[in-house]
């Protein structure tokens, strides 16, 4: 029967903070010829910077096309069944103020512990069998630990973790050890009883407190989740929250298996409602989410799909659930609807989405914004045509994925070619190459029976800050290329050569239609900031459409 053990053995200095995590993973390996692949490691900002392999045979590695994945490969031909010992030393990824923002994977330091996803840190063995179910064990080996040290991982607490799984499901699990809270919280234990969290299917923990009430964020998604998972056809209730502090400017999160990770920063303390809303598009990636065709999981051809329908599902199980009103959900159905049609980017095509993802802009919306209305389009076609719903697609998708079938784009597209015919292929090319989605006026009585709200074109303000998004990265950081007819620069009183200090809004949440953008700048040789705020709206206007109740 295949088994893999992997054990971490976190470092700390005499501090008590940690500084490494040692790992040792052991397995019976499948037969592997000359030159194949023993081994994946996802390359990234956060690349593990110290990892040695210290077993007999000799390996040598060969990059992917865009450096996104190294494959390790073996020198000589390895027996079937050989028990292969791989160590190496992984560190966290240095960070300050000025990091770049990305997903919550590196392994970092905070408040004294550690915390990363497997895909920053792991070697995923390469089975050769078809990825089997494999007998893993997680141990954590805290024996030079500080006394207050708890360790976690995504399938449970403790020194000790069994499961059956696939090994590759390793790089989307996290792993986290240190002075940990948590929600449920610890309650006092004998030595040889678990802790309450540890039996718990639910888990949220963080390193440092965060500033929103976790007990009645804790309490809420206890609540909430097997809702939802009840919705997407899901009987299993495993569930793990990571929360992180980012000492640089990023709030930002990740979807893993059967669970996520999310940031917040002292620098911009995010809105409560900004807060819920992200929270839900993270919960929702547990379940719909495509096998991807080219490039492996950070291909962002796709990535329409994943984002699209977590913000759709995001904005449209709460509703469905009775925790939204009729009134919030049409106010946030028409800010993703602006977000849409005023996005200054949205004529990139798909395919060009990954190449300026990272770069400044509003490129990056593109996969939530579109992925949304597209999915919006085909929900209320299915509505329209008596067969299968948008829900009930989904879930044979979902289930596809459980059962490790075919679930990429090209059986999506099978499924709506069924259901709809050609014309379904159509909408998709056409929402490929950034033809502007149109909906239908009465598009929201697939939500609302007997619906009197109608969506009606409109006119609105570009989004637009007035002056180049690269200054926020620059260095030195002052505003420079002011467009000093701008709201920034006549509303907002911003001036050319203004020294820009961490303290302002995040664009992500700028986008949103009704937000006023704030940003703390130090002027000439004042050592007190001006706070500037203003709508980050162009004057000019282009189409789009809102919904208004009719009488």
């Known amino acids: 029967m295949a088994a893999l053990n992997l054990k971490l053995r976190p470092l700390f200095r005499n501090d008590g903070v940690a500084q490494a995590l040692d790992v040792t993973m052991v397995f019976d390996t499948a037969g592997k010829k000359q030159d194949e692949v023993v081994f994946n490691h996802t390359l990234m900002r956060a690349v593990v910077p110290t990892m040695h392999n210290n077993s007999a045979i000799g390996l040598y590695t060969v990059d992917t096309k865009r450096n996104t994945y190294r494959e390790f490969r073996v020198e000589q031909d390895v027996p079937a069944g050989e028990r292969l010992t791989v160590k190496y030393q992984a560190t966290p990824r240095h960070v300050n103020e000025s990091t770049r923002c990305g997903p919550q994977v590196a392994i970092e330091e905070e408040n004294g512990g550690l915390s990363g996803a497997g895909l920053a840190f792991l070697l995923i063995p390469a089975t050769g069998d078809g990825d089997i179910l494999h007998d893993i064990v997680i141990e954590w080996d805290l024996s030079s630990a500080p006394s207050t040290t708890r360790a976690v991982c995504t399938f449970g607490e403790g020194q000790g973790v069994s499961v059956r799984e696939r090994p ?17 919280p610890v309650v006092e234990t004998t030595p040889s009883a678990p802790s309450a969290t540890s039996l718990s299917p639910f888990g949220m923990y963080w390193l440092s407190d965060p500033p929103f009430d976790t007990s009645s964020l ?5 609540k909430l989740i097997p809702r939802m998972a009840d919705f997407f056809g899901d009987d299993d209730r495993l569930f793990r929250i990571f929360i992180r502090r980012n000492e640089y400017k990023c709030a930002s999160g990740r979807g893993l298996h059967r669970g996520f990770v999310f940031a917040w920063t002292p620098l911009s303390p995010k809105a409560e409602d900004m807060v819920q809303d992200f929270l839900m598009h993270e919960i929702v990636h547990n379940w719909p989410r495509l096998g991807f065709t080219t490039g492996g999981p950070e291909d962002l051809i796709d990535g329409w799909f994943n984002e699209g329908i977590a913000e759709y599902y995001s904005l449209i199980l709460p509703f469905v659930f009775g925790v939204m009103t009729e009134e919030q959900f049409i106010e946030r159905f028409n800010w993703r609807i602006s977000g849409y049609y005023t996005n200054p980017d949205r004529a990139v095509k798909n395919k060009d989405v990954q190449d300026r993802f990272w770069l400044p802009g509003q490129v990056n919306r593109i996969p939530y914004q579109r ?8 929900a209320y076609k299915l509505h329209n045509s008596g067969k299968r719903s948008l829900d009930e697609l989904m879930r044979e998708m979902i289930k596809l994925r459980a059962t490790d079938k075919p679930h990429g784009i090209r059986v999506w597209l099978s499924f709506v070619e069924r259901e709809l015919g050609s014309p379904a292929l159509d909408d998709y090319k056409e929402m490929s190459e950034a033809k502007p989605i149109i909906l239908p006026s009465d598009v929201a009585k697939v939500w609302i029976p007997n619906s009197n709200w109608k969506l009606e074109p409109v006119r609105q303000e570009e989004f ?22 701008s709201r920034a620069a006549k509303v907002g009183g911003l001036q050319e050569g203004d020294q820009i200090t961490l303290k302002y809004g995040f664009l992500v949440d700028a986008d949103v239609w009704p937000k006023m953008f704030t940003m703390n700048v130090k002027r000439g040789n004042e050592e007190t900031p001006h706070q500037i705020t203003w709508w ?8 789009s459409y809102q919904f208004v109740r009719s009488a």
Not at 171 to 184: D, I, M, N, R, V
Not at 371 to 376: A, D, H, L, N, Q
Request: proline share 8%; glycine share 8%; charged share 20%.
């Open 371 to 378: 992925g949304f209305m597209y999915f919006v389009q085909l």
């Open 536 to 543: 980050p709206r162009s004057w000019y206007k282009v189409e």
């Open 168 to 184: 590759s499901i390793l790089s989307e699990c996290f792993f986290a050890a240190g002075p940990l809270k948590s929600y449920p």
């Open 464 to 485: 637009y800050l007035g002056f180049p998004e690269e200054n926020f990265s620059a260095q030195p950081r002052v505003i420079a290329g002011l467009d000093l007819e």
């Open 218 to 222: 804790g309490q809420q998604l206890e």
